[in-house]
T-cell receptor, first 112, second 118 residues
């Protein structure tokens, strides 16, 4: 059974600092990786997707993928209080035809 | 773009009744939609994959006769919780994959339906 592991936190980061979120996955056949942000009581919102080894940057967000180590990370630069949420790591091996396997999420708190 | 809607957003029903939840892709076609369930303080768990014009594929442990899925068009999938019981109370979230998108098929999530069975 595929597993996605995340530290549940809470992870507390001062405003303006870099927040670093980590995720490991068990299935070496996983092809696509996603980071979603979920506010309490709301559905997940896509932040980043990454498919190839290396870094992918989008604004204040950088996703990093290392398939050899089965490791995915998300960096949030210049953290804002509005970034406080639960961040879900997800993967799929079917190129989009399969559903996502989610980690339990990391609760991030940005301290003003 | 890539907007997915769900209806209703919240429903309260009595034990034993059936509840239908609609999931629509508003600005793209989706041959594949997915239904997830999230219990309090838990992550999303995939329940089933809904394929337009064919039977849904259910994850292990999900009763197909209890959770009826219909995907009659490229923009609409429905989930019916039959004979709902209090343990079915949860946050049900659908997602849709853009059929026209090449490559990895990012999933876009609807706003979710919170079901409370009394």
């Amino acid at each position: 059974q595929k597993e996605v592991e995340q530290n549940s936190g809470p992870l507390s980061v001062p405003e303006g600092a870099i927040a670093s979120l980590n995720c490991t996955y068990s299935d070496r056949g996983s092809q696509s990786f996603f980071w979603y942000r979920q506010y309490s009581g709301k559905s997940p919102e896509l932040i980043m997707s990454i498919y190839s080894n290396g870094d992918k940057e989008d604004g204040r967000f950088t996703a990093q993928l290392n398939k050899a180590s089965q490791y995915v990370s998300l960096l949030i630069r210049d953290s804002q209080p509005s970034d406080s949420a639960t961040y879900l790591c997800a993967e799929t091996s079917g190129g989009g035809a399969d559903g996502l396997t989610f980690g339990k999420g990391t609760h991030l708190i940005i301290q003003p | 773009g890539a907007v997915v809607s769900q209806h209703p957003s919240r429903v309260i029903c009595k034990s034993g009744t059936s509840v239908k939840i609609e999931c629509r892709s508003l600005d793209f076609q989706a041959t594949t939609m997915f239904w997830y369930r999230q219990f309090p303080k838990q992550s999303l768990m995939l329940m089933a994959t809904s394929n337009e014009g064919s039977k849904a594929t259910y994850e292990q442990g999900v009763e197909k006769d209890k959770f009826l899925i219909n995907h009659a068009s490229l923009t609409l999938s429905t989930l019916t919780v039959t004979s709902a019981h209090p343990e079915d109370s949860s946050f049900y979230i659908c997602s849709a994959r853009d059929s026209g998108a090449r490559g990895h098929g990012t999933q876009y999530f609807g706003p979710g339906t919170r079901l409370l069975v009394l």
